[in-house]
């Protein structure tokens, strides 16, 4: 018996549209508006940020309550990337290092908010430094979280 272990290499090019539903895609048009939109819990009053169809708390809808959201606020925590991947944002392998962290916005939400900082030198990143969100130009944004090149170091 012949125990060769063969590979076989199929490429897929597969075209899909996706629904983004009416929480996450009012999140999305307010980028493209250069707006960051939360959802507020009716019985709770927890925002949630992306905006979702039933609070993570209460576990009930949320209804349509959004709320506008500052677009600065303070890294909670970070992580230093150096191992290059792909990334379907760029369509292609991202330049390393970078950095991804959770930012909890002024007047915001229970929850971070997860993205890239400008800031790529892990030695001057620090939990509790205040960042900015930088918007793509107007006519460059898609309605996608890429509208929001990063998070730009301010203070
Ligand atoms: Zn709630």
Known sequence: MNEELLEIIIPLDLKYKWSAGPHLGAFLRGLKEEKIIANRCPVCARLQLPPTPACGRCHIGMGEDWVELSHQGSVISYSSVVDPM?????????????????IVL?????????????????EKVKVGMRVEAVFRPPEERKALMEDIIHFRTIG
Do not use: Q, S, W
């Open 86 to 102: 792909f990334d379907a944002g760029i369509g292609g392998m991202r330049p390393v290092p970078y950095t991804i962290a959770a």
């Open 106 to 122: 002024d007047g915001g939400p229970d929850v971070a908010f997860f993205h890239k900082l400008e800031e790529n030198n892990p």
